[in-house]
């Protein structure tokens, strides 16, 4: 345990009571060469807010003080939230004269006050400190006065435009995106102040709203030229120097299925049928540890990234395309360096045998998804006969998937079927279309062999008792359950045995009870906010969602630092090369790595997130005036959010029910008209208009145009059965 654990675990059992440097000094039985580390630590953890100071000079947990730490989630309105450090407390209302000049994002310490406002479910605070600025430079839209200018942001959360003087404006023009450098902080009503630092085009000129995105973010969207170099010094093509010590699959039939588009395609599959009945699959993931070496500056830049990012009309790579679509990629009949899984698997789906090896393999076709959809789904007699020596190994794969998904479903596992959304651009960069994707059996096929491959991996190295980058999903609270099940019961379901510990095959069987049903999206989308979410870990915690011990992400090195990371543990492991020193860096390393990892990944949902809505924003643009079919997807105090079949959301505003005085009904999640007595409920089928795009919130605003919604929309035998298929995600 570190200095700093320590002194927080003796703070935490003095009940309040705060302690002296010398008081922790003695409590902590250092010796007395070690003061000044102590007096650095103490002052480092005040300055980061897990500690207050109070004016005796004595040192004390700050929630005991009333105080709370966290990042302040501002609002376009003023006002904020703390979101605490401390997942266990409650978030914070702040009032935008309480915030004292904290911007979105900003780490700031709160002192939490009497619950009061309108806010009087929240806990109320005043920001005393700010602990950390989030916003050093600040992306938006120039606008130029006479004798000055200012950036009016793009992110709608920092509710404050920065003044440019004169002298800082550096050549931008009204209506250019720009990249901000604040350095004056706003305080006493006075906006934040800053210069330009970069113009990055005119607002309506393609492609500039997804770069201003990417700025927005801070992604890295080039590679240095160190990292460039490095990775054109790497060889293109695979020696026989290094395949002699690898077992050779180059003779195993195996084919590498992805999407159309993949460049990089990082695993393939084989299948065997034996003698004895079972299966013998092969997942054969790239060998990108051989390639990029522990502390190379790929590996910084890499570790830097921490993912790759797939937005609507590009992807911000965690590797150079000299590796990611060069010699890491899996290609069609060119020999690589893979790390395979050879795994036995029996009718019942279980594991019997494996082994993992470090291989040379040669796929044999480049698949995608479609054409493996249409030999197995439409039996395509033009791809059966292109594809006539894979035909039979297509069909077993699909036998074998049905078998893992079958053993998946009794054990409980949860499968969300969430719409994804597919967005159409033209050259131009704008959408032309969107719709949801189509799964296919192709699609769930790859991801059963993923997941099996990823939890015997896991079930392998927590058995040897090795530091490992795990993929956790912590059971869910309580709380977080009971507030899910008063929600579905507004549907006429109820969720078995909520109150003590669930498992999760009564989610599952909750899915399978909605399945085709109207409000099936709905409620698939607040069962999956009521649930953690996934992480990395250097702790076995199991993945709830999907019901087993043991898991972690191996499956995907070319774009997920865990699974490299997890690769150089396995292959130091197998060769016996991995000493004590090693399992002691591990073990002090990994804790760090997995907060990064997971934040990382949390970035990128965020960022291909703001991409999706701001296209979807510019779609429904062209389509003001035009009426579509509904389902409402959430209810407020200020209107009823409407999701379209193509995923699109938008609000019908409380002022737009102009009918009748429309009341919000909390705990049946609907509006009630006070004199029709007419009802707007959760799931309820709407035809809306398109009245309104707002680009720079990217807000979509509809009126009703009619309403289909029966007397009593709880009944569940008398709903519609959805027709079109969906995905899910396709990472655990």
Partial sequence: M???????????????????????????????????????????????????????????????????????????????????????????????????GALHKDRVLVKVLKTTGDFARSKEGEVVRILERANRTIV???????????????????????????????????????????YRWPENRRNPEGGIIEVLGHKDKAGIDVLSIIRQFNLPEEFSDEVINAAKKLPRQVSESEIKDRVDLRATKMVTIDGADAKDLDDAVSIEVLENGNYLLGVHISDVSYYVKEGSVIDKEARDRGTSIYLVDRVVPMLPKELSNGICSLNPKEDRLAFSVLMEIDKRGEVVDHKILESVIRTNERMTYDDVNKILEDDDQGLIDRYKDLVDDFRHMEDL???????????????????????????????????????????????????????????YVSWNEI???????E??????????????????????????????????????????????GIISAVMLRSLKKAKYSEELLGHFGLSVKYYSHFTAPIRRYPDLVIHRILKKFIK???????????????????????????????????????????????????????????????????????????LVRMTALDDDYYVYNEKHYCLMGMRTKKVYRLGDSVKVRVANVDMNSRNIDFVLAETYTSEDSLEKKDRPRKKYKKRSGKAR
């Fill in 401 to 459: 998937s049905l078998i893992l998904r079958a053993k998946r479903t009794r054990r409980g596992s949860i499968d969300f079927d969430i719409d994804e959304a597919r967005i159409t651009l033209n050259l131009e960069g704008k959408p032309t279309s969107i719709s949801t994707y189509e799964r296919g059996v192709s699609d769930r096929m790859i991801e059963e062999f993923m997941l099996v491959c990823n939890e015997t991996v896991s079930e």
């Fill in 2 to 100: 570190n200095l700093e654990n320590k002194i927080l675990e003796i703070l935490k059992g003095q009940e309040g009571i705060p302690l002296t440097e010398d008081q922790l000094h003695i409590e902590l039985a250092i010796a007395d060469e070690s003061k000044n580390e102590l007096k650095a630590c103490l002052v480092s953890m005040v300055e980061e807010g897990r500690l207050i100071q109070t004016k005796k000079r004595k040192y004390g947990i700050p929630e005991d003080f009333g105080y709370l730490a966290g990042r302040l989630q501002g609002n376009a309105k003023g006002f904020g939230f703390l979101i605490p450090d401390n997942k266990d407390s409650e978030d914070v209302f702040i009032p935008a004269d309480k915030i004292n």
């Fill in 140 to 182: 938006g839209t120039f606008e130029l006065e006479k004798h000055f200018g200012f950036v009016i942001p793009d992110d709608k959360r920092i509710s404050q435009d920065i003044f440019i003087p004169k002298e800082r404006i550096n050549g931008a023009k009204t209506g250019y995106k720009v990249v901000a450098e604040v």
């Fill in 475 to 520: 059971e869910p609270s309580v709380e977080k359950l009971l507030e899910f099940n008063e929600f579905i019961q507004n549907f006429g379901y109820h969720l078995k045995g909520v109150g003590g510990q669930i498992h999760p095959k009564a989610l599952q069987n909750l899915l399978d009870q909605i399945k085709g049903s109207k409000e099936e």
């Fill in 467 to 473: 530091p490992f980058l795990y993929r956790v999903h």
């Fill in 576 to 650: 016996g090369s991995l000493t004590k020193d090693e399992i002691e860096s591990l073990e002090r390393n990994l804790p760090e790595i997995a907060v990064h990892c997971s934040e990382r990944e949390r970035l990128a949902d965020e960022v291909e997130r703001e991409t999706d809505d701001l296209k979807k924003a510019e779609f429904m643009l062209e389509k003001i005036g035009m009426d579509f079919d509904g389902i409402i997807s959430g209810v407020t105090n200020f209107g009823i959010y409407v999701a379209l079949e193509n995923t699109v959301e938008g």
